[in-house]
């Protein structure tokens, strides 16, 4: 993977919001496209979330040059990649070896969760009972939720089936398996757990430094914060600061600290930045608590909708600048832009020749328009 250096930080270095942008950019393959296979790009993002099944197919074609659907179907069929709950407890595109590691480390975060959604109404419930109860069930074969919640019912009637099966889910590794997310295809969530899937067992000593360094290398630089937000744990700065030799400490204008990786990539802040379509859920807008290196305060309110499911974006210079989708009418796909403020016509352009390359990737063999929502 090619990435683009800087000269060694000095000390306390101040980078500018637009310096920040650039460095996540790089980091992202979001400057220009790499050359890597699938499973290599999921691995060096530390996964891709995907509520939405099909979110990472246009992730990955947005990053990686001559991404085409069936290399990363292929991959899920294969096993080498898989779908399964990790960072702040969602569903993210993980690989198999990736897997076997980061989902122990956080545990404990998911553990938090579930004991402060419904550690009440399962009080007197012996947990690691139901949770081994539910392992068996999935491991004889893949179940839905719905599935495992009345199964799981029979045996204690006087429990919520949701809740029960929520104790499977935070105790057990499980994976949702194809044809879900798989490219032209689809169906119902069915899992089993990630040891029945990979024919291997999970870490059971998982290393927290490794998923810092991950996350500098791929989103950095960065607060002990944002790592929080991007991991859903807390207590991490212990972790962080085990680490500090390891790391360079930089500062953001505001002054904040910034830690990243010695020789991690920091282009300059005038590195020029193509238009790119993200697809909804993208890490890229959702591992940071300061989220302003990449998506302005003003911008971010325009996102939000009442159940957190926010419309795929797309970026100009850098920076998000309205939203897209994708609409059939008979034979026809259109893309649908909304720009946030007014395009150049060098920015126009830039982003209708990009739109026709999204319309060739994602609706192929259909008739193709584009109508930018001035």
């Not at 530390?46 to 246009?58: E, F, H, K, N």
């Not at 001559?66 to 292929?74: K, P, S, V, Y």
């Not at 689809?186 to 999970?202: D, N």
């Not at 974006?313 to 259109?334: C, K, M, P, S, Y």
Request: charged share 25%; aromatic share 6%.
């Amino acid at each position: 993977m090619e990435i683009l250096r800087t000269s060694e930080p000095a000390a306390n270095e101040v980078l500018t919001r637009r310096a920040l942008n650039r460095a996540l950019l790089a980091r992202q393959m979001l400057l220009a496209r790499e050359s890597v296979p699938a499973v290599r790009a999921v691995e060096h993002l530390v996964g891709m979330q995907a509520q939405a099944p099909l979110a990472p197919y246009v992730g990955l074609w947005t990053r990686v040059e001559g991404f085409r659907t069936e290399d990363l179907a292929d991959r899920i069929i294969g096993r080498d990649l898989v779908r399964i709950v990790v960072m702040r407890g969602t569903i993210h595109l993980v690989s198999a070896d990736d897997c076997r590691w980061l989902r122990p480390a956080v545990q404990p975060m998911l553990d938090r969760a579930f004991k402060a959604g419904y550690g009440r109404q399962l009080t007197g419930v012996d947990v690691e009972e139901v949770a081994s109860a539910g392992r068996a069930l999935v491991e004889e074969r893949p179940r839905t939720f719905a599935e495992l919640g009345a199964l799981l019912g029979e045996r204690l009637p006087d429990r919520d089936g949701s809740a029960l099966t929520a104790v499977v889910r935070t105790g057990v590794p499980l994976v949702q398996l194809p044809p879900r997310g798989i490219w032209g295809q689809g169906g119902q969530a069915v899992h089993t757990s990630a040891e029945a899937w990979l024919g291997r067992p999970l870490s059971s000593d998982p290393a927290p430094e490794d998923l810092v360094l991950r996350y500098l290398a791929a989103y950095g630089p960065a607060t002990v914060k944002d790592l929080q937000t991007w991991s859903g744990l807390t207590r991490q700065r212990q972790v962080v600061d085990r680490l500090r030799p390891r790391l360079v400490s930089l500062r953001s204008e505001d002054g904040t600290e910034l830690l990243d990786l010695p020789d991690a990539p920091r282009p300059g802040p005038d590195t020029p930045a193509p238009p790119r379509f993200l697809p909804e859920y993208d890490n890229l807008l959702r591992s940071h608590a300061d989220r302003t290196r990449v998506l302005s305060d003003e911008h971010r309110g325009r996102l939000a909708t009442p159940n957190d499911s926010p419309r795929p974006t797309f970026l100009i210079d850098g920076f998000v600048h309205g939203t897209w989708r994708i609409v059939r009418e008979r034979d026809r796909a259109v893309l649908n832009v909304e720009p946030y403020a007014p395009l150049s016509d060098r920015d126009r352009t830039a982003l209708v020749e990009e739109g026709a390359r999204l319309l060739a990737f994602a609706a192929d063999g259909a008739g193709h328009d584009i109508k930018i929502m001035d």
